[in-house]
């Protein structure tokens, strides 16, 4: 990541996926990880461009501290940013944060 660059969280609630990413969205290709954690990386570059996170609720809600450290280490930025986001953004999404 860039620095000024912004960590951009956003939450479907209806299909509980997380989308987490720095910069404007751009073409990417995925690639999967354990439990349900998607790494996006651009098309032009290849670099990191995002994370996707299926079944967020069910798979990491009782561990959100750990999903922020494996979001803020492929998008290089700091895991206390990554936690906050990621649990405000699906805290408003009125999953259980348990």
């Known amino acids: 990541m860039c620095i000024g660059e912004m960590l951009h ?35 032009d570059g290849g670099e990191a461009s995002g994370v996707t996170v299926l079944e967020v609720s069910s798979l990491w809600g009782s561990r959100f501290d750990k999903l922020a450290e494996i979001v803020s280490e492929f998008l290089a930025t700091p895991s206390e940013e990554a936690f906050v986001k990621i649990k405000d953004e699906i805290g408003r999404g009125t999953v259980s944060l348990a």
């Open 9 to 43: 969280v956003s939450y479907d609630r209806g299909s509980d996926v997380l989308y987490v990413r720095t910069g404007q969205a751009v073409p990417s290709v995925t690639r999967a990880q354990p439990d349900g954690v998607l790494f996006r990386f651009a098309i």
